[in-house]
């Protein structure tokens, strides 16, 4: 590609965030935070929800052939994979392959070290994102002098959902996922909580009013917008704030009660993206 066709390309082309479901909207948050003008358009692979609880191959071949046809269809300047699950297990193989830069979320022990006083780390994801290798490297290479705990919570990503629908979510819920973690031995030290489930923030006030004492919480969705932010520093984006789009690969009965939360990040127009388009 030339450089001229590449700079087109970026001007024109929206960021393209996906997801399983409404987890990203954590992340989207953060971007258009430093970003109001960027095109978006964002994918929640509803058909495919939940990935927590899939194998990685799965996830793997599913992630990598949406976004694959997401991306001839669409010609976004920048794609994020705003799940941890879908980065730590397919980012590598996404990214030499899409032809346009892709920014993952990945855990973010590194600030928690960081900024942790006990030296008792809590990773809170899904239970295919705990199991990664990836997590064991971050662990290595960035908490070496840290207690890492881990546990993956199934429930939690449901109870991000409900919420966003409107639905009522019982409150015991959140007081189980952190006891995931206070329960294991050196867990009555830990004090930094790493939300490495983009559904996590969205659920943030509900897990601190839970805790059965003050906790840190911490997540990668600045990071992720920062990120962005440089690798579009040329963008030229639209003066007026473009319609935020949604496109979601499920049934669109279930998107329904999801509307009004859409749009409050944003997303006013929806539409559906079936397994044959883009092929
Ligand atoms: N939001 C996703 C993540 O960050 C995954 C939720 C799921 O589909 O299990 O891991």
């Known amino acids: 590609?030339?450089?001229?066709?590449?700079?087109?390309?970026?001007?024109?082309?929206?960021?393209?965030?996906?997801?399983?479901?409404?987890?990203?909207?954590?992340?989207?948050?953060a971007i258009t935070g430093l970003l109001p003008h960027a095109p978006i358009v964002y994918c929640a692979d509803s058909a495919g929800f939940p990935y927590g609880v899939k194998q990685e191959a799965e996830v793997s071949a599913r992630v990598a052939g949406l976004l694959g046809r997401l991306t001839e269809r669409l010609r976004p300047s920048l794609v994020v994979i705003a799940c941890n699950t879908a980065s730590t297990i397919a980012l590598q193989y996404v990214r030499p392959?899409?032809?346009?830069?892709?920014?993952?979320?990945?855990?973010a022990i590194k600030p928690a070290a960081l900024g942790t006083k006990t030296g008792v780390i809590g990773v809170l994801g899904t239970e295919a994102t705990v199991r990664q290798p990836y997590v064991d490297e971050l662990s290595r290479r960035f908490a070496g002098d840290c207690?890492?705990?881990?546990?993956?919570?199934?429930?939690?990503?449901?109870?991000?959902?409900?919420?966003?629908?409107?639905?009522?979510?019982?409150?015991?819920?959140?007081?189980?996922?952190?006891?995931?973690?206070?329960?294991?031995?050196?867990?009555?030290?830990?004090?930094?909580?790493?939300?490495?489930?983009?559904?996590?923030?969205?659920?943030?006030?509900?897990?601190?009013?839970?805790?059965?004492?003050?906790?840190?919480?911490?997540?990668?969705?600045?990071?992720?917008?920062?990120?962005?932010?440089?690798?579009l520093q040329d963008a030229r984006w639209p003066a007026a704030r473009p319609r935020g789009r949604a496109i979601f690969t499920g049934e669109?009965?279930?998107?329904?009660?999801?509307?009004?939360?859409?749009?409050?990040?944003?997303?006013?127009?929806?539409?559906?993206?079936?397994?044959?388009?883009?092929r």
């Open 147 to 231: 207690m890492v705990l881990r546990h993956g919570s199934a429930a939690l990503v449901r109870a991000a959902e409900a919420k966003l629908r409107g639905e009522a979510v019982d409150a015991g819920l959140y007081r189980a996922a952190l006891d995931g973690l206070l329960s294991q031995p050196g867990g009555e030290r830990l004090d930094m909580v790493v939300l490495a489930c983009t559904h996590f923030p969205l659920v943030q006030d509900e897990l601190a009013a839970a805790a059965p004492r003050p906790l840190s919480f911490i997540d990668g969705a600045d990071g992720i917008a920062r990120r962005c932010r440089q690798l």
């Open 97 to 107: 392959v899409l032809g346009v830069a892709v920014v993952g979320t990945v855990p």
């Open 252 to 278: 669109m009965e279930e998107v329904a009660p999801l509307r009004r939360a859409l749009q409050d990040f944003g997303l006013m127009d929806v539409e559906h993206f079936g397994q044959e388009e883009g």
């Open 1 to 29: 590609m030339s450089a001229r066709r590449s700079s087109e390309v970026g001007r024109a082309g929206p960021i393209l965030l996906l997801d399983s479901g409404v987890g990203g909207l954590s992340v989207l948050r």
